[in-house]
């Protein structure tokens, strides 16, 4: 049982590191350039960030089950800001008042950020495509994994093995670290070449 | 066409100023208004502005006005196509 909790742990908290990796490079991204689509992808990865901490904190203390709710609506927030992030790519202006919606229903709030995280893997996958991207297309197979695995837990089927989701949702936040470590890469080239 | 962010504009700039430079350096603004896509109002302004930031030098020619990409409009480019390679891994556009 201790055992179990432990691994599942190490699976939430790692999802948690990969979130915190990206968020701060993208807010180190937002400080120098100042771009919105930045400020908004760094946010959604801070929240997932808050989320899992959360979560990782609430298995091991067991506070109480309104810290679940907390949990959710920063996952959720998480998403929302990152489907808002691609509305930033391709549009002028978006409002961030959508932080209000931590004070709707769960299950509302649950089905909107599922929402917001297929747009933003539909987007990727678009946009990975039009530009060719390789990369692109890693982290859209990282949504999809990752909207697949909040799906199958908001709506737990019959005969789907209850790590299924959690499962689904690790492999896609590992993905995710693909395009970012191609960029450090990348860039520790460029330096050592200077 | 495609929307571009106010900083992707400010980039393109920067980049015709970077790699379409005459020998001694400097880029004539009738270059970057045909290879950044801009009209002369909207190019004035931005010129003004990235001058003031330091991010552009101007400089005096026979024929009017040129333009210097200075160390500091070379470091926040470079900074640019950093994250810009960051966002696009995540099908973004900055």
């Given amino acids: ?194 | 066409m495609s929307y571009r962010s106010q900083l992707r504009i400010i980039a393109d700039i920067l980049r015709v100023a970077r790699d379409h430079c005459d020998d001694d350096g400097t880029v004539k603004v009738s270059v970057i208004l045909r290879k950044a896509n801009l009209s002369y109002s909207r190019l004035s302004n931005l010129l003004e502005e990235l001058i003031k930031k330091g991010l552009l030098q101007a400089e005096e020619r026979e024929r009017g006005q040129a333009y210097r990409l200075t160390k500091k409009g070379m470091d926040f480019l470079t900074e640019y196509e950093k994250f810009e390679r960051f966002a696009r891994g995540y099908g973004l556009r900055l």
């Fill in chain 1, 1 to 194: 049982m201790i055992e179990a909790v432990i691994g599942s742990n190490l699976i939430i908290g790692s999802q948690g590191v990969v979130s915190l990796v990206i968020a701060s490079y993208a807010i180190k991204g937002y400080r120098r350039l100042r771009s919105n689509t930045l400020k908004l992808f760094s946010l959604a990865f801070l929240f997932l960030f808050l989320g899992f901490a959360i979560e990782v904190f609430n298995n091991v203390v067991m506070v109480d089950i309104w810290v679940t709710y907390i949990m959710n609506a920063f996952h959720m927030l998480g998403y929302v800001f990152l489907g808002l992030s691609h509305v930033a790519s391709v549009r002028k202006e978006v409002k961030e008042e959508v932080a209000a919606l931590v004070f709707i229903p769960t299950v509302i709030m649950k089905s909107l950020g599922l929402y917001f995280l297929l747009y933003a893997a539909v987007e990727t996958t678009i946009a990975s495509m039009k530009r060719e991207h390789r990369l692109a297309l890693a982290s859209s197979i990282a949504l999809y994994l990752i909207f697949l695995g909040e799906f199958l837990d908001l709506i737990a089927i019959k005969g789907v093995p209850l790590a299924l989701p959690g499962v689904l949702r690790f492999l896609g936040f590992i993905i995710l670290l693909i395009p970012l470590v191609s960029v450090l890469g990348t860039s520790k080239k460029v330096e050592v070449e200077k």
